[in-house]
């Protein structure tokens, strides 16, 4: 009993955003915070993948939201050419038309694309380098 308990209680701490393994952008994203958010600019070489997962983790460790809080895209990433490529993150809805986000490619580039922090943690597995 007591080792079920106690597999139970590491498989519970293992699956919470505190255990979850964030994304390092190694010098290639630039974060500037904003009014209730922060300005994300670079690329991480994962996509909106990469972003949403380091605008989570960002707004878990600096900005301190809860994982169950949603972010939202408030400034979308330009299309095509030219700007810095930067997509701005908030947690306030205020002004935005909230949309859950169900394809990651376009999430970028639509203001009001939203999902919860804990949801951009997990998209975070997969995403170290090797080695790190």
């Known amino acids: 009993m007591k080792t079920l308990t106690t597999a139970f209680v590491l498989a519970t701490l293992a699956t919470t955003p ?9 010098d ?8 209730g ?3 994300i600019s670079g690329s991480t070489g ?3 993948r990469g972003h949403w997962c380091a ?3 960002y707004a878990l460790r600096e900005m301190g939201a ?8 408030s400034e979308p990433r330009a299309r095509g050419f030219g700007g810095d490529g930067g997509v701005t993150f908030t947690l306030d809805p205020a002004g935005l038309t ?3 986000v169900v394809i990651l490619g376009g999430s970028l580039t639509k203001a009001g694309s939203a999902m919860t922090i804990s949801h951009g943690i997990t998209l ?3 995403l170290q380098s090797p080695g790190r």
Do not use: I, W
């Open 18 to 26: 505190a255990f979850a393994q964030a994304y390092v952008p190694n």
């Open 66 to 73: 809860q994982d169950s809080q949603k972010l939202y895209v």
């Open 98 to 100: 909230p949309s859950p």
């Open 46 to 48: 994962f996509g909106a």
């Open 37 to 39: 958010g922060v300005h």
């Open 124 to 126: 975070c597995g997969g």
């Open 55 to 57: 605008a989570a983790d």
């Open 28 to 35: 290639r994203l630039t974060f500037t915070p904003t009014e």
